[in-house]
């Protein structure tokens, strides 16, 4: 994109315009209207906030990745507000393919599907055949896709590596002055991405990055399902790439390869302090984390830590903050990236923040933690 474009981007605009207020028909269709001509546009999904543009333009592609900072072979979800938007999308969906659409769409689910040669910009596929496509499960959204008039490319509304936005304040904290609009539809509810998989086989699904619909959820509908981390011809033990530092599903194909799908090889949802996940048994959790954060207070720097709501008081720290509960890990994924801006507005420098079970959402939630943590992951027995 041309430094000439992106000086066209006017002041970012809301709606509604007035704090509190409800959305009308008008500023909805406004904010469709924008889109369609090759606008950029933030809205909410139940997962995050998104930042829509047109998915068939390259123009209008090319200003998200240059108002995110994001990297260029880092590929885009195509949201969708109807199975009939596939039509001129994608090749024919198989069975298995069908079959997870009927069940989970709209929903948090993304599928890589076989792209339409022409039919997105190739900057929505960093070069692939393939394409990620889901629907959301927000009447907003929906509304505005179909208003639009388009399949709309939209990752997470905040700037390339920082916390995803749950909320319309958190894109106009990273956004304002790069976008053209943001349509305020309130607090999310999922609180982390969709889940992204694919079709491994008839009746089979491997995921490619853990999100708002569960291992547990898929193997429930009957499918087979695999993670991107298994060892081949097994299932994966999800604590397996925490004892590497790493990410539970990097995955990213090896040095120089695009990834399959978004979320799968850069670091991201990270707090401007540095942060360090400790995962394990729940008591040498504790005491590991209060002697690292005496230390490094001794050190006069201003520490946090990220708990639960069972465990937050018994630490000391300059900052602890607890993000939802253990006994109820969709409370922590929903919270989970307001926890870490709200380290950010505090001053954290050094952040230590508890692992979680990684059954059912918390599996999204460790991987979210891990890449926050930046790979700075310390697993105990």
């Not at 605009?13 to 406004?30: F, I």
């Not at 008039?149 to 319309?168: D, F, K, L, Q, Y």
């Not at 630490?315 to 607890?322: E, K, N, Q, T």
Request: proline share 7%; charged share 25%.
């Amino acid at each position: 994109m041309s430094d000439k474009l992106h000086e066209t981007i006017r002041p970012t605009k809301r709606w509604p315009s007035q704090e509190g207020a409800a959305l009308t028909e008008a500023e909805l269709n406004e904010a469709a209207a924008l889109l369609a001509a090759g606008g950029t546009v933030a809205f909410p999904t139940e997962t995050v906030y998104g930042l829509g543009a047109d998915a068939r333009s390259s123009e209008a592609v090319e200003q998200v990745f240059r108002a995110k900072g994001r990297p260029s072979d880092n590929p885009l979800i195509v949201h969708i507000a109807g199975m009939e938007q596939l039509v001129g999308l994608v090749r024919p969906l198989n069975e298995t393919e069908l079959r997870l659409a009927e069940r989970f769409w709209p929903g948090p689910l993304t599928l890589v599907l076989r792209a339409l040669p022409g039919s997105v910009s190739p900057r929505v596929t960093a070069g692939l055949d393939t394409v990620a496509v889901r629907m959301p499960d927000h009447e907003v959204a929906l509304r505005l896709i179909r208003a639009a008039g388009c399949p709309v490319a939209a990752p997470s509304a905040n700037r390339s590596g920082r916390p995803s936005p749950t909320a319309a304040r958190h894109v106009q904290e990273d956004l304002a002055g790069r976008i053209s609009g943001i349509v305020d539809g309130g607090p999310t509810g999922v609180g982390l991405e969709s889940t992204v998989a694919e079709c491994a086989g008839p009746g089979s699904v491997r995921i490619l990055r853990p999100g708002g619909v569960t291992p547990e959820q898929l193997r429930a509908a009957g499918f087979d399902v695999q993670l991107e981390a298994a060892p081949a011809g097994g299932h994966a033990d999800p604590e397996l790439a925490f004892q590497t530092g790493r990410d539970a599903l990097e995955g990213a194909g090896g040095p120089g390869s695009a990834p399959r799908s978004p979320g799968m090889k850069y670091a991201h949802y990270a707090p401007r302090g540095e942060m360090r996940l400790v995962a394990g048994p729940r008591e040498r959790v504790r005491a590991t984390i209060q002697a690292a954060a005496d230390e490094a207070r001794g050190h006069g720097r201003r520490v946090g830590i990220l708990a639960y709501e069972e465990t937050a008081d018994a630490y000391r720290a300059d900052i602890v903050l607890a993000c939802g509960s253990l006994a109820a890990l969709e409370t922590a994924a929903q919270s989970l990236y307001a926890v870490l801006r709200e380290f950010d507005e505090r001053g954290a420098e050094l952040i230590w923040a508890e692992g979680c079970p990684p059954d059912g959402i918390g599996l999204a939630l460790m991987n979210r933690l891990s890449k926050a943590a930046g790979g700075r992951v310390e697993l105990l027995d």
